[in-house]
């Protein structure tokens, strides 16, 4: 599930869209649900992430938007999960 907020405090994130901000920002968030990491330098990432350009990279905040929002790797990325996903089971929990 994703949060919607409407309140220019909220900072977007990929569990919470702020309605404010760039629409970059939230194709950004949407593309990581469709196996896509991080393209920017952050000290608080796990992993050090270098800048890329696109819309996974700083493009994304930028006012204009990205030059382009996907480039050949991301679309590579994208396709690998599409390759690896099987369907989703929607189990029903056990009586107990």
Known sequence: PVE??????????????NTNDNPAVLVHE???????????????????????PGV???EALDPDGPTRYLHDKDLQLIQNVSDTA????NLTPANT
């Open 4 to 17: 919607i907020t409407g309140n220019p405090d909220d900072t977007t994130h990929q569990a919470r869209w």
């Open 30 to 52: 949407v593309m990581h649900y469709l196996g896509l990491n991080e393209g920017y330098k952050a000290d608080h990432h796990l992993f050090n992430t270098q800048d890329r």
């Open 86 to 89: 099987g369907p989703v089971n």
């Open 56 to 58: 996974m990279g700083p």
